[in-house]
């Protein structure tokens, strides 16, 4: 996961969406940037590891990235690189038609294929970054029109891609024809802003909120009014991730269109439905997780505690050098509230459980801590499959689902019981019974796209040269 | 407000303590700093500006701060000398008596007299630091036991200190004899840790934990077994900061022998009792109001919910050079989550209200996200003084409720209606119906010690020199 | 003028390679880098602004730049991209036939054709610098030895190049037909060096010290033994710098097959023969024309003095915001040992005069000294036009030669008289009367190949693909 | 030895005090400081270690150092303290009188009883810096008048101090009566400058350059006019350092009211009538003895050449870390121009022999360059002794010519004769033949003051308080 955002037509773009990027911090922390566009001086760019607050904690906004359009980018952790500097987006060169900068969250399933062909013609890469590849298509393409440049890269990959280009004559927001990746738009300041999530805008607050349409190019350009919409891909199905929905969109995000908040009370209502439980206590493992609980107790008229806090200051973090941090490493993020569960029946309640190490580790907090009995729910079905489109979740072996038989789940979590949400109820919760609109893959450990066709290119021919 | 921690006897003593300063970041963000006693390589130390995570990133344990014993210090920011680094504590000097290194949290009311009476007899200062003058009270002292020259020290200032001094023999933790500031003792590890709340010390577990009584000083040292206690003075009556119960604490640490949470639960207990209201729905300003606002809409049977969003990667932030930064302050770090409250009659409860302004901003929130009325709770007194002892609040003509007629306050936070603790509802949650426990005095405006006797001197006398 | 380094199949190679930038230092003060290759954890880089020493400053040599084969670059000062990290050498991509990294010391005359043409196929430039069209002309050929692709670039630039390559096979080295940047070889440590100037191998010591002759490449490989050397292309006339016999090269190196201190002293003595001063002193400006003043100083039986004093730690320098510190410039950096001058005549000797500025400045200085007569002499012709092949001398109307007559010179620089060499003199220096080995454009104004033949190229035909 | 600048009654004077301490930069390059006081802003600094460039790189003079005052100072390494920031000086504190600076160039013998008594009166130390026990002198001292107080404080020590003095009514310079360390004054800018050496001033220039006497406080305050002298204690005897004209000083400096370059001229006749020899060439070892070399070299009519180059890049260096790297040290600072010296029979000329370490790879990198003989002269007498005052010389038994007997000397080193000076040719080229003016103390082993009367105290009596 990343996030991305941008500004087009606005005093200050750069600011603008370093402000966008800090509301989207939560989608990655390990490092962030910002390309710049302005008529005098060309692009510009800051780029770091860390937080957006640390990258750009001594920029001067009008000097440094002076402009009225901008695009920036927040990234997750990726273990393969993580010291290349030159993997840290937006990327930026100069290529045939001028300047041209690329914020990307995605993944390209046929990365090495479309590398050697690329290089074929003579790309040089810079990192092993997948964002790469989409840089390296726009400059080969024959092509003259950016946006046609941007669908005929998005067909020519596989796999999710949400997408912010600029070049010298504006800025283009592109989603796949499977909207894997959530990316959306509103007006602001007379001009147009763009974000992963709508949270971004409300600081400001932005109006028109919509989501860019999966198989298009939305465009805000120098030369044209309002904005363009050209649609380059069709699929009638959808493959939007579902686990946005269940761990890392902010509650106060509109997501694929649904508010995050309501799909999590249903999710936590769907999960009081399957496994209901008598106890003194329902406790959430917070943030992500606190307004399903609160749904689950309140669904089925329990009493509702903050008996676990979560420390804000944890970060990146100095502590994992050392043996004894790593042992210690869930206790400083995590601590029980002892008067608050001593002697009594408690009901945790997680977003999900990927490895089971966390929930492992909670459970025996609550039980030095007291509790009588245990009862852990998960309010999304059990992973069993890492993500096919690159969301960083392990391998199979590592996840406590695949390798742990579902009799023993509970003992080995050493908790009195454990429920999880069945997929259908996952789909239900997301109104998507049919499932035609969400991928939900991990749960399933089926091919997001296995069976579907190919979605039809919409784009016009191409000119030929000369 | 700061915190304090130390580590005694104890294999890595300033990683220990690293980890404590880390449990403690909510209680100062602006410097961080460890001073650690190694039998071979003597004291050494690390300080800067930034969380702890920042000031120790690079710091390699054994190499920078090796030893068995070390105290630390986190700093809330203090407007007057910001970028001073010498203001960063822990202190260290070498005097009479060899090294000597203090970690101080408190303030002192007769500074200026003090100051100069140690200057007069060649004492140099290196900042404006309260905490200064503590480092030359003891070096100028004329007693030879460290326990007395602290004890000796306290006695001569007014005010709040919890001090850790440690010195070639030991360690010291200290209260003044009103009790104003917390700190606790307990043992791990073979030694001892001390902290300001014992939320630090549940990341190991420690175990045994006590607070350190006013007017007493414990000391862990080398020559002794296992800890000794010395009480320097007396007093029956005790200032225990109400407003650290409220506010400053975590809701997982025991204050002054009572556990927050409880305490917290009371106070929205009181609240329910005292200004009960019908709502469709009661909302926390997250997240030092969350379990005020819980117990409020247990007591009164109504539903909770989260629809207050705070972002947690605000902590030193690049807004502030920027005039639109500053409006858009609020609204970075609080986001309404739009579908929870649309159409809905909300109570908000926060903890308290102190200038008013972040009270103002989250009703216009509320407002402009349709709740249809806003009724605004506040679970203590109206705050109508600054704080005598030096809590950094601001001056009483920027206090909400000093500068507005009681008849006015809702009104002037456009909100439907207003409701506050009284300071009768406040003892009595913090089970002190007699007041002689607490400090209430920036909800009354009375001087804390006002007609209070000086608290007795137990100190042994001073033995003639020659 | 910039200096390259290179090392193949030693131990530690990146180091090596350090310490040959560190001995080049004089060739490039604004950034360095290096780029190590090994087997196992492929190609590496660290490059930043400031002198080697800074930027290298804390390097783990076996962690961050492992391997046996490197290669290093150390930047002079270009106006135009000053700030672009992404102009720092070497540069490092992975193409078509995996990793490929350069340094180059060169400037090309036909810069933006190539450009254009490469762009047209796809390229994506990072910076405006010479070099990075090296790195595409590489990545978009069609030949498959890395050698044949190395020839085929150069052949199809126009310019002066001196260049090191380093593939996933081995390390190269090239120079173009011309011979305009010097490039030597040497043996050491079970491998080879490569440098910009043999006092770069004389720190080991390495031995065999070679040139690289104009239209080879030299090539170290993995899979070859000892070297091998290929000529792409042929001529018979070349165009060695005349200026770096004259000021960039250290006196103790070996310039185009000529060792640089002997050249000096011939100089110095050329200048004596031409114009013979009577004087009380003779004055070098150090450290450039020491041993050309010795020269001129001994063949006329003159005292030599050490009457003006280099300040060696004016590096970078804070001075340079302040208008006051730029008129202090030449007074931070050169210094008149009053008792030295003071009542006497005075024979000063430069390498050249420029601008003329620093020489006005050196005879306002000794006449404030108190000289009684002044006596400049340039130990090279004068300086009429700007160089043709991209050293960072100043554009045509800020040459003092250029804009100034003959006549009026001395006056201009305020001096008793003034001597310079002619164009005959220096060639026959450089033992070169003809004058077909050597550009001495910068003092003629005639451009360096015209009326030249374009360089055969001797590459073997291109084999047809598939 | 270090460098100690200050300016008053000057625009910018911090910034002023800056290009100072690049001209003395020579003295110490560990570390550098500013301290710099302003009516309105009061006291402030900047310290750091590393190059004055290095330190001060970054500031920005008008808002972080403003003012008409300033001291600084630039440190020589010392091997105790290395890494401790508290060493760097300048020194601030306040006390009884306010604001006190101080930048001290000296060493203090009878440290251990002053710090001990200071201490006792309740001082508290940072580090185990000389210059420290001088603040706390001043501050403890019941005098009122600042020039008082440094008076009492140097009679109250032993050993060597050149001292300058800030407080909020001035800056004071003064040196002990023995005056073992230089410092001047000049008019300037309308107000006045100190140095260690007048090369300082040159950049500028000032005017009326004099050194402050022996014994004698300097003051220019705000409310006094021009300067003010004071005599604070009188001796007939001098002990100015021999070495400092030897090695130190820069030829382009006054040296104790003499030039340098004059001494250094007749060190090396002096060093030609003592040790003459029929040679090739004479070869000054860069750059300390250039001036030496060539007045050995002109008064036996020998050449004279330059074949050994030193790079001026090594300044503080990352070789240390490695072997191979110390093994590489000298050759990476020294290189011979192998076509100067092959066949020749060579003198080398040093101003002096202390570890003998270099002079011996001097002499094998000129044997493996072909030179036929090899004839060693020190422009001073063997070095047998330790600095009793403080400059950085070595233990006794790391001085070659302490531990190697007369006849064994020229072996050791592999010269074919070694030639000294005598302590009578030293003195008689500083003029003193009586030798009551200098210490040469390192020359002869003999205590410096033994058998000398302490110096008169000329101070006023005390006024009793009260």
Redesign the interface.
């Known amino acids: 996961m990343c996030g991305i955002a941008g500004a087009f037509g606005v005093s200050?773009a750069a600011?603008t969406v370093?402000?966008m990027l800090?509301?989207l911090?939560?989608r990655g922390?390990e490092s962030a940037g910002i390309v710049a566009a302005d008529r005098q001086n060309g692009f510009r760019q800051v780029r770091g590891f860390g937080?957006?607050?640390e990258v750009?904690?001594n920029?001067d906004?009008d000097r440094d990235l002076p402009g009225g359009s901008a695009i920036g980018h927040v990234r997750y952790s990726t273990v393969s690189e993580r010291h290349n500097r030159r993997c840290i987006q937006p990327f930026?060169?100069?290529?045939?038609h001028g300047n041209?900068a690329i914020a990307h969250n995605g993944n390209l399933t046929n990365y090495d294929r479309l590398r050697e062909s690329?290089?074929?013609?003579?790309?040089?890469?810079?990192s092993r970054s997948d964002s790469g590849v989409f840089?390296?298509l726009l400059?080969?393409s024959r092509r003259n029109r950016t946006w046609e440049r941007i669908g005929e890269a998005i067909n020519r990959t596989k796999g999710a891609s949400a997408l912010l280009v600029m070049d010298d004559s504006g800025l283009y927001a592109a989603v796949d024809p499977f909207g894997f990746r959530p990316l959306f738009y509103a007006c602001w300041g007379g001009g147009y802003l763009f974000a992963s999530e709508t949270?971004a805008f409300?600081?400001?607050?932005a109006e028109s909120v919509r989501p860019v349409e999966p198989g298009t190019v939305v465009y805000a350009g120098h030369m044209i009014v309002p904005l363009l919409f050209r649609q380059f891909a069709k699929s009638d199905i959808r493959r939007q991730c579902s686990f946005c929905h269940v761990y890392f969109s902010?509650?106060?995000s509109m997501v694929f269109g649904q508010?995050s908040?309501?799909v999590r009370e249903r999710l936590g209502q769907a999960l009081a439905a399957r496994h209901p439980v008598e106890v003194d206590l329902v406790v959430p493992v917070p943030?992500s997780s606190?307004?399903m609980a609160?749904a689950y107790a309140?669904a089925l008229g329990l009493?509702?505690?903050?008996a676990l806090?979560r420390?804000?200051?944890?970060?990146?973090?100095?502590?994992t050098p050392?043996q004894?941090?790593r042992e210690?490493g869930v206790?400083?993020k995590l601590?029980?509230?002892?008067?608050?569960v001593a002697g009594k029946r408690v009901a945790i309640i997680d977003d999900s459980i990927v490895r089971g190490t966390t929930s492992r580790k909670i459970a025996a907090l609550l039980r030095?801590a007291g509790a009588r009995e245990i009862h852990f729910r998960s309010a999304s079905p059990p992973v069993i499959s890492p993500c096919h489109w690159g969301i960083d979740t392990p391998e199979r072996d590592q996840l406590f689902a695949a390798m742990t038989p579902e009799p023993d789940r509970a003992a080995a979590l050493s908790v009195d019981s454990l429920g999880y949400l069945t997929v259908s109820d996952l789909l239900n919760s997301l109104e998507d019974s049919a499932g035609s609109q969400h991928c939900v893959s991990c749960f399933t450990g089926r091919h997001p796209t296995a069976g579907l066709p190919r979605p039809a290119s919409l784009l016009p021919d191409l000119v030929p040269e000369g």
């Open positions: 200050n600011y370093s402000l800090k509301a911090q939560h922390q937080l957006a607050d750009f904690l920029v906004w930026h060169c100069q290529e045939r041209l690329l290089t074929e013609k003579g790309a040089t890469f810079l840089l390296h400059a080969q949270s409300d600081i400001f607050p902010r509650p106060d508010p908040y309501a943030d606190n307004v609160l309140q009493p509702f505690a903050f806090m420390s804000h200051y944890m970060g990146r973090t100095f502590i050392r004894e941090a210690l206790r400083m601590n029980v509230v002892r008067a608050a030095a």
